[in-house]
């Protein structure tokens, strides 16, 4: 029944690994998101895609990278990460039309040890 | 660029009491859609209500109501009957039409029983 959902919930991992968050949604929605959650609640968009294309795609470091392999799916992998790295990260996805809601996954807490 | 401000970092109220969160935005654009989210201690976010900038009429989600001027840039959320489940962040958004959607630092909200 989940509509968004992400994993893993929880991601412990060393500095300078890098690793990736899954992220599939079954609302049938062409728009998918990733956003930031950091330490002070702030939440930050990081990258949209639609239809598999990107859309948004904010100041974020490189080491970031999304991919979508479908309408469905949109995964974000992080080289090399750092230390400020460690946040939640949520997937959302919305339809394309611009009054409709985004439907948020759980969320991933990253640390970085 | 589109900023959103939420000026209360922290606000409570008395179970069954109202109480009003504020939410201001800067904005050049003409269409666009204003929403309030919910962030549980479980970390889920979960749309409270939503309101499209050319509609007059302030939307309502049954103990939820918000008071939406246009001219004055502002989005009020008011939650009639505090219950204690209402405790959580409450974040207020910022959309264009093309789904870039902006946050609110958020407002910790306890209803105290």
């Known amino acids: 029944d989940t509509a968004v959902s992400q994993t893993p919930k929880y991601l412990v991992t060393q500095m300078g690994n890098d690793k990736s968050i899954k992220c599939e949604q079954n609302?049938?929605?062409?728009?998918m998101y990733w956003y930031k959650q950091d330490s002070k609640k702030f939440l930050k968009i990081m990258f949209s895609y639609n239809n598999k294309e990107l859309i948004i795609n904010e100041t974020v470091p490189n080491r970031f990278s999304p991919k979508s392999p479908d309408k469905a799916h949109l995964n974000l992998h992080i080289n090399s990460l750092e230390l400020g790295d460690s946040a939640v990260y949520f997937c959302a996805s919305s339809h394309k039309a611009g009054n409709q809601p985004q439907h948020f996954g759980d969320g991933t807490r990253l640390s970085i040890l | 660029a589109q900023t959103v401000t939420q000026s209360q970092p922290e606000m409570s109220v008395q179970e069954a009491e109202t109480v009003t969160l504020s939410c201001t935005y800067d904005t050049s654009e003409s269409n666009y859609y204003l929403f309030w989210y919910k962030q549980p201690p479980s970390r889920q976010m979960i749309l409270v209500i939503r309101?499209?900038?050319?509609?007059?009429q302030n939307a309502t989600e049954n103990r939820f109501s918000v008071n939406f001027q246009k001219a004055a840039k502002s989005f009020s959320l008011k939650i009639s009957d505090s219950q204690l489940g209402d405790t959580a962040m409450y974040f207020c958004a910022f959309m264009k039409p093309d789904n870039d959607m902006r946050f609110g630092a958020g407002t910790r909200l306890t209803v105290k029983p």
């Open positions: 309101q499209e900038a050319y509609k007059q």
């Open positions: 609302l049938g929605h062409d728009t």
